[in-house]
């Protein structure tokens, strides 16, 4: 049997707070993590209620395991829940509209995606009738991520 997702290409995990800034400061503290800049980028997305365009910010930590924290944006997938960290588990696929589809026929509703043409792409998040939110990310977006970290991070 294939499966949807490969353990192998889980990459991140991702949590949704208030100040990614803040929080840099804070997970340096409490734990030595360094950081890449914080990164911004204006997608347009597809939601439940219909696409907008949403200016998404997060950076991600440069010591494994790694931590992507994503900026807040309220009545959004992307809010942050009272008492839980973790928002969701990010894995690279090579397909997201395919991967997508096949997460939905085992149960994980599309929450979210960005979109290219119309067509899912770049990223998407599934959710899991049980409240595990799963990340899909393009791996031709980013095809050597400890490249891609070392050029994000601040000189």
Do not use: N
Not at 96 to 104: A, F, G, M, Y
């Amino acid at each position: 049997m294939s499966h949807p997702l490969r353990a192998a290409d889980l990459y991140h995990t991702g949590i949704v707070v208030p100040d990614v800034d803040a929080w840099k400061t804070r997970m340096g503290d409490v734990a030595g993590y360094r950081w890449t800049e914080t990164l911004s980028a204006d997608l347009p997305v597809r939601l439940a209620d219909g696409e907008r365009v949403l200016t998404l910010r997060y950076a991600y930590s440069l010591d494994a395991p790694h931590i992507e924290l994503v900026q807040e944006i309220p009545g959004t997938p992307w809010t942050a829940a009272e008492h839980i960290a973790t928002h969701h588990l990010g894995y690279f696929c090579d397909d997201v509209p395919t991967t997508s589809k096949r997460l939905e026929a085992a149960g994980l509703a599309l929450e979210a995606c960005a979109i290219v043409d119309g067509t899912p792409s770049v990223f998407a998040y599934h959710l899991d009738p049980a409240g595990v939110r799963i990340e899909i990310v393009d791996r031709a977006r980013i095809p050597d991520f400890p490249a891609y970290l070392r050029s994000k991070t601040p000189q």
